[in-house]
């Protein structure tokens, strides 16, 4: 389980010219090993740019980052071995896809890094797996698949890496309802069974509150909020002054309250309200 530390971080694209543009200003902040930590923010916030330095696609115009405790820039010409280490799943990964079968495909990453024989077979397999794609489906050509299909096998491709942390830019993004409990899902059974440290990236709040550990928001270019799930949604007014929303049912929680009712405003799942309502009712009786 290996974290990630930003020490004073800022970014700008073009920089020095006169469309210099600051993404991120002067950002420090750990995530956890183990753990999945949400990312939030309004769109411009910075959100893609702050993924996108964790595996080294961007350098710090200043500041240093680390994995674990090695600095992932202090030499550059190593920076494809950090890539491998901190896989990143971007927004639409399907259309990436490019290989005749499924297998090839998932493939593609592992042989880049040297496996083959056996072991590249279990990696292969073995992701496949933990996205839901059956034994069958890794001989089609992914382009026979569905979208839902299609996002697993470009998921597998980097889960098939191995790497120690997994980055995933809105995984869920343009999935129906069921098909985002599944990728998600998935992505925490991934996480809890090899231990490995997830920052998600996700508009939901709904989804952020079912499958984080632990949040991270941020708001024009700087890091605003960091702390576990409760921690973070206790804090309504500041949410809500970055351009977010509360989950839902922590939204008609608040206005349970507001009515006059005894009921319990921290929580930030249907389950979680379900369950405390529930003992309420019983303590009552």
Not at 20 to 41: C, F, M, N, P, Y
Not at 259 to 284: H, P
Request: proline share 4%.
């Amino acid at each position: 389980m290996i974290s990630i530390t930003l020490e004073h971080v800022s970014y700008a694209y073009s920089p020095n010219t006169p469309l210099e543009k600051e993404a991120l200003r002067d950002v420090s902040v750990t995530i956890t090993g183990g753990k999945i930590t949400g990312l939030i923010g309004h769109t411009g916030s910075g959100k893609s740019t702050f993924a996108q330095m964790l595996n080294g696609l961007l350098r710090p115009t200043s500041g240093k980052i680390f994995l674990g405790n090695q600095d992932i820039w202090a030499e550059p010409k190593k920076i494809s071995q950090i890539r491998y280490r901190v896989g990143m799943v971007f927004q639409y990964p399907e259309h990436q896809l490019f290989e005749e079968t499924v297998y090839k495909d998932i493939a593609y990453g592992p042989i880049n890094m040297g496996k083959q024989g056996k072991e590249l077979d279990f990696l292969i397999r073995s992701a496949a797996e933990f996205v839901g794609l059956s034994e069958e489906l890794l001989d089609k050509s992914p382009f026979e698949l569905s979208g839902g299909q299609q996002r697993r096998v470009a998921i597998a491709g980097v889960l098939a890496m191995d790497p120690e942390v997994l980055v995933l830019d809105e995984p869920a993004a343009g999935l129906d309802p069921r098909g985002r409990d599944e990728i998600l899902g998935n992505i925490r059974t991934y996480q809890q069974t090899k231990s490995k440290t997830v920052i998600l990236i996700s508009h939901s709040m709904e989804d952020m509150a079912r499958y984080s550990d632990e949040l991270i928001v941020l708001k024009d270019s700087t890091l605003l909020l960091k702390g576990s799930l409760k921690e973070v949604f206790q804090q309504a007014d500041i949410i809500k002054d970055a351009g977010l929303r509360l989950p839902q049912v922590t939204r008609v929680m608040l206005a349970l309250k507001k009515k006059g009712l005894d009921v319990d405003t921290s929580v930030y799942t249907v389950e979680d309200a379900f369950k405390r309502l529930t003992d309420r009712r019983r303590s009552s009786c």
